[in-house]
């Protein structure tokens, strides 16, 4: 079976996957900025990733656009992994839920333009604003910290999915 990894990542967190997805896999992972649309019918499964953004998988509708019949997608995002983030990522995205995984990546404001750095800090005041904070509003302040959750285990499910 011929596979690709294609990927968008805003700060390396989901190209970290993408890459330890694709090498498990056996594959090649590119950025979708390095691809040709077009190629990818020539590959009997996609795997695309992308970074939640405002409950969005960042450059899916690029790949939906593309009417492939095999694509498994990835999300990588800031919210600790659960079932329920899962559905509802999956639903926003409509994305069929067998074929959609979430995945924890991190926060590196090093790497974010001014725009998204100003989304963030609105962001998290909110949440420090709030009086009765849940585990996972103490989560999210202490990612804006700075921290690289990534875990290459989580992957397992996806590769055995695409075996």
Same mark, same amino acid.
Not at 45 to 64: E, L, S
Not at 154 to 163: D, G, K, M, S, W
């Given at each position: ?30 950025? $979708? ?10 590959? /009997? ?56 995984? $979430?995945?924890?990546?991190? $926060? ?7 725009? +998204? ?6 962001? +998290? ?22 921290? /690289? ?11 055995? $999915?695409?075996?």
């Amino acid at each position: 079976m011929k596979r690709i990894v294609v990927y968008q990542s805003g700060t390396g967190f989901t190209a970290k996957y993408a890459d330890w997805i694709a090498q498990d896999l056996g594959c090649e992972a590119k950025e $979708y900025k390095n691809v040709n649309p077009g190629e990818l019918a020539g590959f /009997d499964m996609v795997i695309y990733g992308g970074w939640i953004f405002g409950g969005m998988v960042v450059g899916y509708d690029k790949i939906k656009a593309c009417n492939l019949s095999n694509v498994v997608v990835f999300g990588v995002g800031m919210t600790v992994p659960s079932d329920e983030i899962a559905e509802k990522l999956s639903e926003q995205n409509q994305i069929p839920r067998d074929r959609f995984f $979430y995945y924890e990546g991190g $926060y590196n404001p090093k790497k974010l333009g001014i725009m +998204k750095k100003i989304i963030v800090n609105m962001v +998290k005041k909110s949440v420090e604003k709030k009086e009765n904070k849940t585990a996972d509003d103490l989560h999210t302040l202490e990612t804006f910290k700075g921290a /690289d959750r990534t875990n290459k285990e989580a992957i397992e499910a996806l590769v055995a $999915y695409c075996r």
